[in-house]
C-alpha cells in the first residue's frame, strides 16, 4: 500500500481539481475515504487471509466499495451540488486501490470483488509499498516509501495543484 500520506495528498489533489472551492468538510471526508479502504488490515486480527475477498487490498479497495461508500457519504453530507460532492468521494475512494495497485509488493488489489475475486497490479509498481504499522513506518524502509512517494505522489499532485491554480486565475482574469 502506499503510505496515508499519499493517499491522503491525492484526495486532497482530487478535491481541489474537482472542486475548487472545496469545503472543509469535503476536504475532510475525502482524505479520509482515501484511508479508509486500509481498516481491512483488521482482518489479519481475526484470521482473515490476505486473498480473502475481505483480506488485505480486497472488497474495501474495490470499485463497488468506492461506488456505494461515496454515496453513503453524499446522501448524509452533500449539501448544494450532490453530483459534485460524489465524484470528488468517489476519486478519493478508488484512489486508494490505484495506488496500490502501482506497489512494489503486496498480492494485487481486488478491483472487481464481489463479482470477480481476482487481484490486479498496474505495470507500473513503482511506489514502494508501505510497511503495516508505525513502528516499522520510522524506519529505513520507510524513509524508502516516502522517496518514492515524493516521486511518484507528490511531484504530480504539486504540478496538478499549480497547474490548476494558475489555470482558475487566469479564467478567473479574463
Known sequence: MA?????????????????????????????????LPDLDVLGFSFGIDYLHPLGHRGVTHSILFAVLWSGLLTFFFGKSIKLIFAVVLFLSTVSHGVLDAMTSGG???????????????????????????????????????ILSELQYIALPCGIVLLTHYFLSKKQTAN
Open 3 to 35: 503510505s496515508i500520506f499519499g493517499h491522503g495528498l491525492v484526495a486532497y489533489t482530487a478535491a481541489k481539481v474537482v472542486d475548487s472551492k472545496s469545503s472543509k468538510l469535503l476536504i475532510f471526508l475525502a482524505i479520509g475515504s482515501s484511508i
Open 107 to 145: 498480492e494485487g488489489v481486488g478491483f472487481l470483488i464481489p463479482f470477480d475475486n481476482s487481484r490486479y497490479f498496474f505495470p507500473f509498481r513503482g511506489i514502494k509499498v508501505s510497511p503495516i504499522g508505525i513502528e516499522k513506518f520510522f524506519s529505513e524502509w520507510g524513509i524508502r516509501v
